[in-house]
C-alpha cells in the first residue's frame, strides 16, 4: 500500500469510530433511543428486544460511548489530514495501537459479561477499521 492509501484509510477508519458515536449519543433521551437499543440488541445476539434502554445508568453511559467515540473519530481523522503527511508510520502504528486495544479490551469484557458473540463482530469491525494499516506503506 502507498501512504496515500494509507491517508484514504486512515479517514474511513475515522468514519467507521465515529459513526457509532451518534448512534449511542441518541441513546441518552428515551424519543431517541431506539436505534441505540436496537445496536446494542444486535451486537449481543440474538436479536430479541431483551436489551432496554430504560435504566438511567445505561441512558448515562450512553453518553459517555457517544461522546468517546466521537472524540475518537474525530481525532483519526485529524491524525489524517493534519499529522499524517509529516510522519506517516506513526500515525498509522498510533491508530493502529488503539484500534488493537479497543478490540482487546471491548471484546473481552463482552465475553465476560455474557455477550460473546459481540467479540465476533469486533472482529468484522476491526477488519474495515485496520484495513491495509497493518503493513507499513511503501514510499
Do not use: C
Amino acid at each position: 500500500m502507498t501512504r496515500a492509501f494509507h491517508k484514504f484509510w486512515l479517514k474511513v477508519s475515522a468514519i467507521v469510530v465515529g459513526s457509532f458515536g451518534p448512534v449511542f449519543f441518541l441513546g441518552t433521551m428515551p424519543p431517541t433511543q431506539e436505534l441505540a437499543r436496537l445496536t446494542l440488541d444486535l451486537l449481543s445476539w440474538p436479536v430479541d428486544g431483551a436489551t432496554t434502554w430504560s435504566s438511567p445508568d445505561t441512558r448515562f453511559l450512553s453518553a459517555l460511548t457517544g461522546g468517546f467515540l466521537t472524540g475518537w473519530g474525530v481525532m483519526i481523522w485529524g491524525l489524517a489530514t493534519r499529522v499524517h503527511d509529516t510522519a506517516p508510520e506513526a500515525v498509522r502504528r498510533t491508530v493502529l495501537g488503539g484500534l488493537l486495544a479497543w478490540f482487546v479490551f471491548d471484546s473481552a469484557g463482552s465475553i465476560a459479561s455474557g455477550n460473546a458473540s459481540n467479540a465476533a463482530f469486533n472482529v468484522v469491525v476491526l477488519l474495515l477499521a485496520v484495513g491495509p494499516l497493518w503493513r507499513p506503506a511503501r514510499d
